[in-house]
């Protein structure tokens, strides 16, 4: 084992392994190691231009240590690592560090810390593994369709699907945070005995720790490195209207006219999928959507104060005029077995390679010819994992490397079509509602929504975990389709039921869009081609009159008392833009101090002032809401009670259980 310093950096070497490690953000490390001749030098997520810190290196015969800060990695002289906390005095002694350390690399004789199996390439599988802490609970990691706040227990695919989204950020009840920053697909198990990362294919091992007091300023010191959301203006906080799907502008127009004439101010109305004549096209279909009415139809809303959303897709279908193109100008995603087409939705389609700046150009170009000049605000890009007819990670090839390596980052290349193409042209960074996303896909706009999810009260209850951990990894601006996607039969009064509880939620959500494809599909198609606007099915309807006089009374009350938020919600934005915090919170982010918080899983908090416990079951009616320390104020009875206490809420069904602290 050989120690030395290279400026700010504590280099190790043993037989073929180099490994790096160095100061990077506020009481925070970047280690990085390899078997190849040299690192890299990629930045990864790790993008931003922030103060790195001084390091105290100090060496011995044996071991070495570097410090920024307040964290301390220690190296023992196997080469095994030891991060602390504060300027701890470390014993080593028979082969291990004495002291308190937050977490430690696996000490198994047999199995490496830090493991390299070689492929094929000049690329590995690779494998780092932690020791066990009993007591430690995991939160972050971005979105994964369970009831699971706590992530300890838990084995997590590293890979981008509809509705799962790999953001590698952990952050620990133990007082530090853990970026693993590596884009390739793999695996992490959170496990009782150790944890666990794995990446299929990988250069090397790149990881960045930092500690600090409490989880808000170990997500400030994360997201100081990785970037930050823009400030999302108040005019996107109010209500918005979706579903699958209008099909022309004078649908759109009815609906949205309907709501001025009920007094409803909408801030976004949103154009859905298959408005295009193929996949690929990136315009509107002109037998459906011709140029004079798109036009009409954009000047009325917007001089309604209404923005005008529509949904791209990355996918391009072989009969669309630009594939040919693309093809041969390598802007497509290219697999190393069996043909190029990938996606099989509604036609045999590539994908676009967001790694290939000369393709993202180009789509940019599409959309400012096709949707921009009728003054169309903003983007909806969906599937943006991307979708695929066979998840084959290794068969995948993209502008950088292969999918195995590198295909984490698809998403956040896919937002930088619309964010770089966008600011390039004079404006600022817009916001982008998306599917999916990756570490720092915050500071391009992403706006990320949960995805096509079941219209259930267990997708429900599975939405307020994925969100709450997306908002620690680092992605304050989060939504869900309100009622769930995919409805059977929208006559049933269990699903009115669950739509007025997840609307109550909508309401302290970071973004209130409905949404949702609403069965049963027996509204006839316009025509019968088998491409453009026309041929695809549409959704029942999906408006707030659409079940009933009492769910829409309900409804509008939601959406007033929404509008009531705005300054505040407007206030949480700011927040999120400055130090990184989450608009939803977990209870422990708010109450670090209170052990009990540590533990609620199914109440959080919006923003610091507002505590909301959404009710998960058909036919409840009350539910028990644990108050910490403080006055709370009931938002719905005004009644105030004090805090270090758990209550009996009443919930009926037109009433989410929510409180004010005061």
Known sequence: MRFEKDGNA???????????????????????STQRTALTGEDRALTEKIEKGNAVISINEKTAAISNGRIRAAVNPSGMIEFFKDDVRVLYEYNRFYGEPLTKESRCLKVPAREYVGQASDSFKIAVRFERNEDEKIFGMGQYQHPFLDLKGC???????????????????????????????GRVSFGKNLTEWMADESKEIDYWITVDDTPAAIVKNYTEAVGRAPVLGSEYLGFWQCKLRYRTPEEVLAVTRKYKEMGIHLDVMVIDFFHWPYQGSWCFDEKYWPEDKVRAMVDELHADGTKVMVSVWPSVDKRCENFEEML??????????????????????????????????????????NYKKYGIDLFWLDNAEPDSAVYQFDNMRYYTGR??????????????????????????????????????????????????????FEAFRDQLSAGLNTGIAGIPWWTTDIGGFMTDDVNDPD????????????????????HGDR???????????DFGGGYLFTGQPNEIWSYGEEAEAIMKKYIELRISLKDYTARLMKEASENGSPVIRTMFYEFPEDKKCWELEDQYMFGPEYLVAPIFKLGQRSREVYLPAGSWEDINTKQVYEGGQTITADAPIDIIPAYRKI
Do not use: H
Request: glycine residues 8%; contains cysteine; negative net charge.
């Open 328 to 369: 041969s100008k390598n802007m497509l995603a290219r697999t190393d077995r069996g043909t190029i087409e990938t996606y099989d939705y509604q036609g045999e389609c590539a994908i676009f390679d967001t790694f290939n700046p000369e393709a993202r150009e180009f789509v940019w170009n599409k959309l400012k010819e």
């Open 155 to 185: 084995v997590l695919e590293l890979a981008q699907r509809n509705s799962q989204v790999s953001i590698p950020f952990a952050l620990s009840s133990e007082g530090y945070g853990f970026l693993w920053n590596n884009p390739a697909s």
């Open 403 to 456: 999918s195995a390596e590198v295909g984490c980052e698809y998403p956040k290349n896919y937002l930088k079509v619309v964010a770089e193409g966008t600011v390039k042209d004079g404006g600022e960074v817009p916001l982008s509602l998306i599917r999916s996303a990756w570490v720092g896909s915050q500071k391009y706009g992403s706006l990320l929504w949960s995805g096509d999810i079941p219209s259930t």
């Open 495 to 514: 699903f009115v039921e669950l739509l007025l509880r997840w609307f109550g939620f909508g309401v302290f959500s970071p973004v209130m869009r409905l």
């Open 10 to 32: 504590l280099i190790v070497r043993e037989a073929a392994e180099y490994l790096r490690i160095e100061p990077w953000g506020k009481n925070a490390l970047r280690l990085r």
């Open 519 to 529: 069965g049963p599909r027996d509204i006839p198609t316009l025509d019968d081609r």
